[in-house]
């Protein structure tokens, strides 16, 4: 079946401008995250979703960083007033459930934000 | 807080030889799941293989296996007869049963792989 998918692929965007960025996950998957990969920090968390319960929002870096789900599926990260140490690739992954076993992560391909 | 290490920022290796990725982290926890990601140049994530800490046995896939040490809170790749769409970068990961589920990465290492 289709894997998760994020769009755009590749956004540029001016300093101080709001973005928003989507995944759409596999189908049938309650649990959602995001995480943001940059070259000095590497790999980090940022949010996730699972079913209809309050997001854990522990790893978002600054309250510029947003993100919703709606009907449980697809869900949009909105960074406001963009700086330029947002610039960094955006992974979205989704699981099954994360309380079932191993729980394996699905990524998408993530989107490359750079803001001038 | 767990951490994950990745000690090879990049490695190397001929064609259809093997190599070995070096992963460590550090837990107080007795139960959680171990995992190694191959990022191709595309960005996707891919599983490579993965590892109940519960379990003695070293789990394998093809050519792809692990050593699982948990006394020494290692965790290592070996990939056998490798191929030139080896080449990537591989990522350790780690993730807590009683957490939300997200996983805590290593940052990465970097496989070359010389036809």
């Known amino acids: 079946g289709a894997g998760v998918s994020q769009s755009p692929s590749n956004k540029v965007t001016e300093k101080g401008k709001d973005v928003e960025l989507r995944c759409d996950p596999i189908?049938?998957?309650?649990?959602l995250y995001w995480y943001r990969q940059s070259l000095g920090q590497g790999l980090e968390f940022l949010i996730y979703f699972q079913g209809n319960s309050a997001p854990d929002k522990s790893g978002l870096p600054s309250d510029r960083f947003s993100a919703e789900r709606t009907g449980g599926s697809v869900s949009t990260l909105t960074i406001q007033r963009t700086q330029q140490e947002d610039s960094a690739v955006y992974l979205c992954?989704?699981?099954?459930?994360?309380?079932?076993?191993?729980?394996?992560?699905?990524f998408g391909p993530g989107t490359r934000l750079t803001v001038l | 807080a767990q951490t994950v290490t990745q000690s090879q920022p990049e490695m190397s290796v001929q064609e259809a030889e093997t190599v070995t990725l070096s992963c460590t982290y550090d837990?107080?926890?007795?139960?959680?799941?171990l995992f190694w990601y191959k990022q191709p140049p595309s960005r996707q994530m891919i599983l490579v293989i993965r590892?109940?800490?519960?379990?003695?046995q070293n789990a394998t896939e093809n050519r792809f296996s692990v050593n699982f040490q948990k006394a020494a809170k290692s965790f290592s790749l070996k990939i056998s007869d490798s191929q030139l769409g080896d080449a990537a970068m591989y990522f350790c990961a780690y993730r807590s049963l009683g957490s939300q589920g997200n996983l805590i990465f290593g940052k990465g290492t970097k496989l070359s792989v010389k036809p």
């Open positions: 992954a989704s699981s099954l459930a994360y309380r079932v076993g191993p729980d394996t992560q699905y």
């Open positions: 590892q109940e800490a519960y379990k003695q």
């Open positions: 837990t107080s926890e007795s139960d959680y799941y």
């Open positions: 189908s049938g998957h309650t649990a």
